[in-house]
C-alpha cells in the first residue's frame, strides 16, 4: 500500500487545509509525511496491483472490500554492505500503525490439522472434520477513501491469536507453561511475508498463511450475506470473488465444504454456487510458475480440503472424459491432481475448472495464455478466457507523487477532472508542440530531478547533475527483467568513453544511470546482479576520466515510496524483459503518466503502450516474442556481437573485482546458456540506447515525446481495469453514497 497519509489527504480534498492545520501547529506537512513508514504487505507488482485497483474502487463507487493478512513483517527491508544485499526486517508495526482500526468484535476460528470421519445424518452419512488446532482471526480495517467521493472501501486484514478455547488437557497435566507457549505459536501464522517473488515451494507455513486467509476472508463474507438472507438462492447474485493469482484458490474448497459440512447443502447445488462465483486473474507466463501443494503437506494440514478438491476432481475428470474422449495424456495434463515423485495439486487448474472468468493481465499475456500455458483448458472453455489489462491509479502515481506535473497538467486542459476522468489527459496532446507549455513542462521536470539528485546524494554521497540524462530501472530483481543487460550496456558505454580522443568526450550525451530493486533471500543470481551493479558503480564514479558523463546509482531498499520520488524524476526509463516473459508490467505505466520515456522490449502492457502513443515516441529495441523459441534453439551457434563478448571477458578477467563471484553469473551468459538472449539483444539494446541520446539532446523533440507520453498514457488507468472488472466479470454497479 505504501504510505497512507499523504494519498488520504489527495483523495479527502483536504491537503492544504490539513497543511495550513500542521503549519499552525509547527509542523511541515511534506516533513511530516515523510516520517510514515511503508505499509509492505506484498512482493511487487501483483500486490502493488490490489492496492491500485482498491484506489480506483472507492473512487469510483464500487461496493468492494479488500482482504489480506496483516503480516507482523512486511517485505524485508533491503540494506547493501560493501554491495551485498542484506534483509533486514521490517518492523512497521513497532510504534504502533495509527490508521488501522482493530475490530476486536470481529474475530473468527480458523481451523488445522485433525481428521475426518463419518457420522449418521438423516439416514445417510456424512463428513465431519475434527480438527487438532484453532487460531482466532482478528479483523484490522484499513480505510480507503475514493478521491472526490464520500465513498470509503475497507481492506480487512486479518492477524492470527491465539484461540480463546484453551486446551484444557495441557492445562490439566500440569505442563502449565508449555501450554502458554504453545498458544502462542498461532501468532507466527500472520507474522512474516514470503520474499519469493513468482516462485513458490510447498511450504507449510505459507499454506497455512494461504487457509488462514481464506477461511476468515470467507466466514466474514457469509456472516455478512447470512445477516439479510436465510438461504443460499442468491449468494451468486450478491457475491463475486476475484482471485488475484492462485495463492487464495483454497477458497474454493472451503466454499464447498461451509456449503456442504455446515450449511447442509447438497453436493450439486453447492458446487453450482461455486461456478458463479469465482474468477480468476492470472500472472504467471511460465507453465514451470504455476503454484503446486503436495497432497502430503495438505493431507495433513486440511484433510477435508483434500477430500473435497478429489470429488471435484473426479466429476470434473468424469465430465472431461465425455467431451474429449479417453486422451489419456490430456486428461492427465488437464487433471487438478498431479501424480509425479511427488504427487500434488496444480493450484491454477483448480482455479480454472471453479471460475467462470480466467483472465490474463494484459493482451499479450492472454494470448500466450490460450496459446501455451493453459491451451487445453482454452479449446475446452473458450468463452472463460479474456484479459483485462493491468493498470495503476493516477491519483497516488501522479497527484500524489508528482504535484507540480500534476498543477501543470490541471491548468493546461482548465480542469481538475481528469484526477477522475483520465482519458482527459489526451487533451495535451493538442498542445504537444506549444513552446510555453514546453519551457513549464521541462521547470517541472528539472524540479522532480533536482528533488531525486539530493536525494541520491544524501543517501550515496554521490552527487550527480541534472543536466544529464536519469536513466531509471526499478523493480524486482529477476534475470527475466535483465537488469544484467542494463549493466552490460552501461559498462559498454563506460568503455567507449575510456577509450576515447579527450576531445571526442564533449559529444557524449551525459547519463545518471539509477538501479533499484530488492532481490529475493534465496535468489543466488539477482543477489550477484545486485553485487555487480554496485562493484560497476564503484569503479566508473570513482574514475576522474569520466566525471559527469557517467555515473552509477544503485537505489537501495526500493519500495512504493522510493517509486514516488524516484519515478518523477526520470528522464529515461527500462522495461527491458525478454519478450514473452512480462505478463503485463505495472511500472512502465507509471513512467508513462509522468512523461517518462521508455526504452523498451515489446513485451506484456507494453504492447499496448505502443498503441496508444506510437513506437516514436518511445525506444524499442529486441527479439520480438515469436521470434524467441526459435532464438533459443539455436544455443551456442547464436551469433553475438563482439561488444558483448568483450564486456563480459571485462567481468570474468575481474576488471570490476570479485572475479571468482561473477563467474556464475557471466556462466550464464555465454556457451549456449543465455536464456535469457542478452547476448542476441545487445546490439539492438545498444542502437535503442543511441537513439535516445540522440533524441535527448533534440530538448524541443524530447519535450513533445514526454508530453505525448502523458498524453497517452489514459488507457493504463486502474479505473479503466476496474471498470472492465465491473461490466463484465462481477456485474455490479456504483453504489453512491447517500450523504
Ligand atoms: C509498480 C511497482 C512494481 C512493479 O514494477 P514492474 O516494473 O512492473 O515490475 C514493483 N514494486 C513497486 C514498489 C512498485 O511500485
Request: charged share 25%.
Amino acid at each position: 500500500m505504501g504510505r497512507s497519509l499523504s494519498n488520504s489527504v489527495i483523495n479527502l480534498g483536504i491537503r492544504d487545509q490539513y497543511a495550513d492545520a500542521l503549519k499552525e501547529l509547527g509542523f511541515e506537512y511534506e516533513v511530516l509525511a515523510e516520517q510514515e513508514g511503508d505499509a509492505a504487505l506484498g512482493n511487487g507488482g501483483l500486490a502493488r496491483l490490489s492496492a491500485c485497483q482498491m484506489d480506483s474502487l472507492a473512487t469510483m463507487d464500487y461496493p468492494a472490500w479488500g482482504y489480506g493478512l496483516r503480516y507482523q513483517y512486511g517485505l524485508f527491508r533491503q540494506v547493501i554492505l560493501d554491495g551485498y544485499q542484506h534483509e533486514h526486517p521490517d518492523y512497521w508495526l513497532n510504534f504502533g500503525n495509527p490508521w488501522e482500526i482493530e475490530r476486536v468484535h470481529v474475530t473468527y476460528p480458523v481451523k488445522f490439522y485433525g481428521t475426518v470421519e463419518d457420522e449418521n445424518f438423516n439416514g445417510g452419512k456424512r463428513k465431519v472434520w475434527l480438527p487438532g488446532e484453532m487460531v482466532e482471526a482478528v479483523a484490522y480495517d484499513n480505510p480507503i477513501p475514493g478521491h472526490g467521493t464520500r465513498n470509503t472501501i475497507t481492506l480487512r486484514l486479518w492477524a492470527a491469536k491465539p484461540s480463546d478455547q484453551i486446551d484444557m488437557e495441557s492445562y490439566n497435566t500440569g505442563d502449565y507453561i508449555n501450554a502458554v507457549v504453545n498458544r502462542q505459536r498461532a501468532e507466527t501464522i500472520s507474522s512474516v511475508l514470503y520474499p519469493d517473488d513468482r516462485s513458490y515451494q510447498g511450504k507449510e507455513l505459507r499454506l497455512k498463511q494461504q487457509y488462514f486467509f481464506v477461511s476468515a476472508s470467507l466466514q466474514d463474507i457469509i456472516r455478512r450475506f447470512k445477516d439479510s438472507h436465510s438461504n443460499f438462492d442468491d449468494f451468486p447474485e450478491k457475491v463475486a470473488l476475484q482471485l488475484n493469482d492462485t495463492h487464495p484458490s483454497l477458497a474454493i474448497a472451503e466454499v464447498m465444504r461451509v456449503l456442504v459440512d455446515e450449511e447442509h447443502l447438497d453436493w450439486k447445488r453447492a458446487w453450482g454456487i461455486v461456478c458463479k462465483i469465482f474468477s480468476f486473474t492470472t500472472h504467471t507466463v511460465l507453465p514451470e510458475g504455476l503454484e503446486k501443494v503436495p497432497v502430503d503437506l495438505l493431507e495433513s494440514l486440511l484433510p477435508r480440503h483434500l477430500q473435497i478438491i478429489y470429488d471435484i476432481n473426479f466429476d470434473y475428470i468424469e465430465e472431461l472424459k465425455k467431451k474429449i474422449g479417453l486422451d489419456y495424456d490430456r486428461l492427465s495434463r488437464m487433471s487438478i491432481v498431479e501424480d509425479g515423485a511427488v504427487k500434488s495439486i496444480r493450484m491454477a487448474n483448480l482455479a480454472i475448472v471453479c471460475s467462470h472468468t480466467v483472465n490474463g493481465v494484459s493482451r499479450v499475456h492472454s494470448e500466450l495464455l490460450k496459446t501455451r500455458v493453459f491451451k487445453d483448458f482454452y479449446e475446452l472453455w473458450p468463452h472463460k478466457f479474456d484479459y483485462k489489462t493491468n493498470g495503476v491509479t493516477q491519483r497516488r502515481w501522479i497527484v500524489v507523487s508528482n504535484p507540480s506535473l500534476s498543477a501543470l497538467i490541471s491548468k493546461w486542459l482548465g480542469t481538475e477532472a481528469w484526477i477522475r476522468d483520465v482519458d482527459l489527459l489526451a487533451g495535451l496532446q493538442e498542445q504537444a508542440a506549444n513552446v510555453d507549455l514546453h519551457e513549464e513542462w521541462r521547470m517541472v521536470r528539472k524540479l522532480n530531478k533536482m528533488r531525486l539528485a539530493e536525494y541520491i546524494e544524501a543517501m550515496s554521497g554521490i552527487k550527480v547533475s541534472v543536466s544529464a540524462m536519469f536513466d531509471v530501472q526499478i523493480k524486482r530483481i529477476h534475470e527475466y527483467k535483465r537488469q544484467l543487460l542494463n549493466i552490460l550496456g552501461i559498462i559498454h558505454r563506460y568503455d567507449c568513453i575510456k577509450n576515447m580522443e579527450k576531445s571526442d568526450r564533449t559529444k557524449v550525451v551525459p547519463r545518471v544511470c539509477i538501479i533499484g530493486g530488492k532481490a529475493a533471500p534465496g535468489y543466488e543470481i539477482a543477489k550477484k546482479i545486485i553485487k555487480l551493479c554496485n562493484a560497476v558503480a564503484e569503479k566508473i564514479n570513482n574514475d576522474p576520466d569520466v566525471g559527469d558523463l557517467l555515473k552509477l546509482v544503485f537505489i537501495p531498499d526500493y519500495n512504493v515510496s522510493v517509486a514516488e520520488l524516484v519515478i518523477p524524476g526520470a528522464d529515461l526509463s527500462q522495461h527491458i524483459s525478454t519478450a514473452g516473459h512480462e505478463a503485463s508490467g505495472t511500472g512502465n505505466m507509471k513512467f508513462l503518466m509522468n512523461g517518462c520515456l521508455l526504452l523498451a522490449t515489446e513485451d506484456g502492457s507494453t504492447v499496448e503502450i505502443i498503441e496508444e502513443i506510437g513506437e516514436d515516441n518511445m525506444f524499442l529495441f529486441g527479439a520480438k516474442m515469436h521470434e524467441v523459441p526459435a532464438l533459443r534453439v539455436k544455443g551456442p551457434a547464436l551469433k553475438v556481437p563482439l561488444q558483448f563478448a568483450s564486456v563480459v571477458r571485462m567481468v570474468r578477467d575481474g576488471y570490476f573485482g570479485f572475479q571468482d563471484y561473477f563467474e556464475s553469473l557471466c556462466d550464464k551468459l555465454e556457451g549456449g546458456n543465455d536464456f535469457y538472449l542478452l547476448g542476441y539483444d545487445f546490439q539492438s539494446y545498444l542502437e535503442a540506447q543511441a537513439a535516445a541520446d540522440k533524441a535527448f539532446v533534440d530538448q524541443e523533440k524530447w519535450t513533445r515525446m514526454s508530453i505525448l507520453s502523458t498524453a497517452g498514457s489514459g488507457r493504463f488507468s486502474s479505473d479503466r481495469t476496474i471498470e472492465e472488472y465491473a461490466e463484465k466479470t462481477w456485474g455490479i454497479e456504483p453504489c453512491k453514497c447517500p450523504f
